[in-house]
């Protein structure tokens, strides 16, 4: 069975860096598209970023543009984001994701459990 497995979050001051780490398991021909999401308290979950498992193509969310990286990594089956220049607004879980169609922000049908990432000012 598939599985996504987080990882990575952690406290760091504004202006901080992180990377987020996403294991991928199972059958993992079936995802077209990996992404993270985020969700802070009290709040929707909202999309981050996006990429595509064959070809790398990425998107990203305008409040992340320029400040996070996301990658993948198709011999380890997992993908990542980097995450610089931290914001308290930055401050959520996120999860990673997966989808089994090549998709921009919707459609994902696999979800990690969630790293929390708390940035301090």
């Known amino acids: 069975q598939e599985q996504l497995v987080d990882s990575g979050g952690g406290t760091v001051q504004v202006g901080g860096s992180l990377r987020l780490s996403c294991t991928v398991s199972?059958?993992?021909?079936?995802?077209?598209?990996l992404g993270w999401f985020r969700q802070a308290p009290g709040k929707e979950r909202e999309f981050v970023a996006r990429i595509l498992w064959k070809g790398g193509s990425q998107y990203y969310a305008d409040s992340v543009k320029g400040r996070f990286a996301i990658s993948r990594d198709t011999a380890e089956n997992t993908m990542y984001l980097q995450m610089n220049d931290l914001k308290p607004e930055d401050t959520a879980v996120y999860y990673c994701?997966?989808?089994?169609?090549?998709?921009?922000?919707?459609?994902?049908?696999?979800w990690g459990q969630g790293t929390q990432v708390t940035v301090s000012s």
């Open positions: 199972g059958r993992t021909f079936n995802w077209l598209t």
């Open positions: 994701a997966a989808s089994p169609i090549r998709t921009m922000t919707t459609q994902f049908t696999a």
